[in-house]
């Protein structure tokens, strides 16, 4: 195996004209200098350097050799000085991945503030409504909602804030409509779903003393679009079930009411999931680290 160790010495000798300037110049005694140029001859089978005993020169086959280890350590230190910029300003390109609905009402406005934030820092936000293949898709983050235990032990889970889904209808519907008293209740009015399956769908729903309930119902509008379920909603379509973040909006200006708002889906976690901290750029630390302080505001306000 070759000992780049070695390669470095002879460059030294070569470069102060001499074991004894070398030894001056990098503390290392003229003996270990000597061995380490010797170990080199007798790997490479030639001589390297003309000793005499008033000065030290190479050989022409060390001339070449020095010339290209010169160009070695100068890569070598070029090297370092990049491994060195991962410490330095965030600056680059984050490659993120995000769900549509995420996008739209939460990281929307957070990523822009990001950006002005850090003038350096370039985003690729892919919009991704799978789940992400950090290889495949090419990514260094993944935004997204869950609820309970992710198993991927491949990932780092930043958690980022708490979410939940709650019900909601245009006042309209609602004077239209019998009062729904109970999650069955649901099943006799038009349904609005985020679900992908054109067939049944089912909400979880949690009531305020811990009660869990399934409400199988077959939607009149199926869309991962939050915008677009959220305009069915208030055109009084039917009963949706919105992110919170997503109806606080439409709640506050009147356009959507809440539906049995004891109940809600189980909160889950919006969460950003990347492969490693090791060796973790600038830019995606700190984009996870400004998340993770700007994304609880935007939740906790749903809760006010």
Known sequence: MRDLNDYYLFHAVVTHRGFSAAQRATGITKGTLSKAVA???????????????????????????????????????????????????????????????LIQNLFGEILPRFMLAYPKVRLQLKVINRRADFVDDAIDVALRARSGRDDDSSLIVRPLGATRLVLAMSPRLRNEVAEIVR???????????????????????????????????????????TDMLSAAATDGLGVALLPEHVALPYLASG????????????????????????????????????????????????SV
């Not at 100068?74 to 330095?88: F, K, L, N, R, V």
């Open 255 to 302: 356009s959507l009411v809440r539906v049995l708002p004891e109940w809600c889906s189980p909160v889950g976690t919006v969460q950003a999931a990347f492969p490693t901290k090791k060796g973790m750029l600038p830019a995606v630390r700190a984009l996870i680290d400004y998340l993770a302080s700007e994304v609880p505001k935007v939740v906790m306000a749903c």
């Open 39 to 101: 170990r080199l001859e007798d790997r490479l089978g030639v001589r390297l350097l003309e000793r005499t005993t008033r000065k030290l020169g190479t050989t022409e086959v060390g001339r070449a050799f020095y010339e290209q280890v010169e160009i070695m350590l100068t890569g070598a230190d070029g090297a370092e000085a990049a491994a060195a910029q991962a410490h330095a300003e965030p600056c680059g390109l984050v490659r993120v991945a995000c769900p549509q609905g």
């Open 183 to 225: 999650p069955d209740d649901l099943t006799q009015y038009p349904t609005l779903s985020m679900s992908e399956s054109a067939e049944e769908d089912q909400w979880e729903l949690v009531g305020p003393d811990g009660e869990m309930q399934i409400v199988a119902h077959q939607p009149r509008l199926l869309c991962r679009n």
